[in-house]
């Protein structure tokens, strides 16, 4: 039996992956992993998930170069969901160009941007 046996996934093979800083417990983002995903994660301690909208894995840090290194793994008590503990690389988890995806936040009946762009999206991505 393998450790991913242990993993509830969803319908399409899938469980949601939280990455989370190591150091200062900021969420940084949420993606979908497979099972080959985890596994690839684990035998390069480095966050690969699944594009679902590509349908094809994908190493967090391919194209932008702001690798995500694995620190630690967690499983919540329903089996279905993993917290990644990381260490953000380059210290842009967003294709946004901020530090985390999560940089907006409920004020006054409406989303407020609370957090800068760290780099232009356009000089991750050429």
């Not at 190591?22 to 979908?32: D, I, N, S």
């Not at 919540?76 to 990644?84: F, L, N, P």
């Not at 690389?89 to 901020?98: E, F, K, Q, V």
Request: a negative charge; glycine letters at 6%; hydrophobic letters at 40%.
């Amino acid at each position: 039996m393998s450790f991913l046996d242990d993993i509830s996934w969803n319908s399409d093979g899938l469980v949601p992956a939280i990455a989370q800083d190591a150091v200062t417990g900021r969420v940084l983002m949420v993606a979908w992993m497979n099972a080959e995903a985890i596994q690839l994660s684990v035998d390069e301690s480095r966050a690969v998930y699944w594009s679902r909208s590509r349908k094809k894995l994908w190493r967090k840090g391919e194209e932008s170069g702001h690798v995500q290194q694995i620190k630690e793994l967690r499983l919540d008590c329903d089996s279905d969901v993993i917290v990644m503990q990381i260490e953000q690389l380059g210290g842009i988890a967003c294709h946004t160009g901020r530090e985390s995806c999560f940089y907006r936040v409920f004020e006054n009946g409406e989303w407020k941007t609370v957090d800068a762009v760290i780099k232009d999206p356009k000089d991750i991505y050429k």
